[in-house]
T-cell receptor, first 112, second 114 residues
Framework: RKEVEQDPGPFNVPEGATVAFNCTYS??????FFWYRQDCRKEPKLLMS???SGNEDGRFTAQLNRASQYISLLIRDSKLSDSATYLC?????????????FGSGTRLSIRP | ETGVTQSPTHLIKTRGQQVTLRCSSQ?????VSWYQQALGQGPQFIFQ???????GRGNFPPRFSGLQFPNYSSELNVNALELDDSALYLC?????????????FGAGTRLSVL
């Protein structure tokens, strides 16, 4: 079993739709969680950190469920510019040594 | 722009050769992480350097090694290149080693091994 798993997609949805991604992780000691966005042939860029209480940034909402060990990302009113690969990231600190695990990414394509 | 720069942008090597990739971190950032990203996959964590010491390592063999310099720039060295080492190599800088710290990525070095 992979340490961090995502549905690879692709998700192909019309503009204006709401789309949700989930990401599961296996290490219950993981401490920090993020969603990054990666455009084709570009570097990953932070979309948002994920906090235990859940957090929202405009059309984007991220949630963390520690009991079930998953994080989610909800995109409302999707735009053409949201087309990208969305990567979930799980970061664990072991006695001051870091281990940073990326999921394999979920591809999202927004159609007009 | 993240302020993280990597060089070179592209590189072609042959099997068995050695390669050095370079990364300059964002100003003020003392932590650099290196990743390998194969086509269609997420970045795979190679290792992290914090204040010139290796501070965590993923599942990569010893022929992947690194350095961090006093100015916090970093190098990734790969010896005895294999065809499967062909990938995009990304570095990311952050402030401190805490797990909650956000990483800022450079544009990457695309390595092709023939």
């Amino acid at each position: 079993r992979k340490e961090v798993e995502q549905d690879p997609g692709p998700f192909n949805v019309p503009e204006g739709a709401t789309v949700a991604f989930n990401c599961t992780y296996s290490n219950s000691a993981s401490q920090s969680f993020f969603w990054y966005r990666q455009d084709c042939r570009k570097e990953p860029k932070l979309l948002m950190s994920v906090y235990s209480s859940g957090n929202e940034d405009g059309r984007f909402t991220a949630q963390l469920n520690r009991a079930s060990q998953y994080i989610s990302l909800l995109i409302r009113d999707s735009k053409l510019s949201d087309s990208a690969t969305y990567l979930c990231v799980v970061n664990t600190l072991y006695s001051s040594a870091s281990k940073i695990i990326f999921g394999s990414g979920t591809r999202l394509s927004i159609r007009p | 722009e993240t302020g993280v720069t990597q060089s070179p942008t592209h590189l072609i090597k042959t099997r068995g050769q050695q390669v050095t990739l370079r990364c300059s971190s964002q100003s003020g950032h003392n932590t650099v992480s290196w990743y390998q990203q194969a086509l269609g996959q997420g970045p795979q964590f190679i290792f992290q350097y914090y204040r010139e010491e290796e501070n965590g390592r993923g599942n990569f063999p010893p022929r992947f090694s690194g350095l961090q310099f006093p100015n916090y720039s970093s190098e990734l060295n790969v010896n005895a290149l294999e065809l499967d080492d062909s990938a995009l190599y990304l570095c990311a800088s952050s402030l401190g080693q805490e797990s909650k710290n956000i990483q800022y990525f450079g544009a990457g070095t695309r390595l092709s091994v023939l």
